[in-house]
């Protein structure tokens, strides 16, 4: 089971990454851009540490308080939540 949860969370943020680089080349190019609510869930299901690495490597939505904040409180609140979990 432990190996499945790791599994997981590494595909959730390998994906989560992912999307912030594409929705950045997308932002160059002026494209169809990934939704927000899209990229948040990312986040939300797991990948919060994959979303984190995203945005400051390709520097996308580093200026909006929606990312900045919201995706740090919710890798705290998924760390809680496993600690919770484990104890």
């Known amino acids: ?5 790791l599994l997981y969370l590494l ?7 992912l999307l912030m680089l594409a929705d950045k ?17 990312s986040a939300a299901i797991g990948g919060s540490i994959g979303s984190l690495a995203g945005m400051y490597t390709f520097r996308h939505k580093t200026k909006h308080l929606k990312f900045t904040l919201g995706v740090p409180a919710i890798l705290i609140a998924q760390i809680a939540a496993a600690v919770y979990l484990l104890l």
Do not use: D, G
């Open 25 to 41: 080349q997308k932002a160059r190019r002026k494209l169809w851009r990934i939704p927000e609510s899209t990229l948040l869930l």
């Open 11 to 17: 595909i959730v943020n390998a994906i989560a990454f």
């Open 1 to 5: 089971m432990t190996k499945l949860i």
